[in-house]
């Protein structure tokens, strides 16, 4: 054992509790909730898709503008898509890529979520981190 293997793991970012998972229906409503991105308050979102549960920055990459039609509602008629209810553009749920539209080949900035017994959590990070303290 080198004094390599003996060193403590760097800390984990702490996650956070966002909602309980049922909260999430498949194509349904997205859960919003409030971030710091670059210390500029900002607004996210997680939504379900295809059985994943995904994270977002409310964020057009076309021009910085929330793109949910109503609270929680980003998806398109069809359910298919992320798409800005400003602009238009349209972007992949399941990867935040640019599908068409203003936003050429950027994409959606991912917030990073993980699903686990019932709850789903998010995992602030360097960019983006909790609005709010407890």
């Known amino acids: ?3 390599e293997d003996k060193l403590p793991a760097p800390p984990a970012l702490a996650a956070i509790a966002l909602c309980p998972s049922e909260e999430l229906l ?8 409030d971030v710091l991105q670059y210390r500029q308050p ?3 979102f997680a939504l379900r ?12 990459a076309h021009v910085p503008t929330e793109m949910d039609w109503q609270e929680g509602e980003f998806l398109d008629g069809d359910k298919q898509f ?18 068409t539209g203003m936003c050429g080949r ?17 995992y602030p990070s360097r960019d983006t981190k909790p609005a709010f303290e407890d």
């Open 42 to 44: 900002a607004r996210a």
């Open 49 to 60: 898709f295809e059985g994943q549960v995904v994270a977002y920055l409310n964020r057009c």
């Open 26 to 33: 498949e194509r349904g409503r997205a859960h919003s909730f």
């Open 1 to 3: 054992m080198t004094q």
């Open 82 to 99: 992320i798409m800005c209810s400003i602009h238009g553009a349209v972007y992949d749920p399941l990867t935040g890529r640019c599908v």
């Open 106 to 122: 950027i994409g959606l900035t991912k917030i990073e979520v993980q699903e686990r017994e019932g709850q789903v959590y998010w």
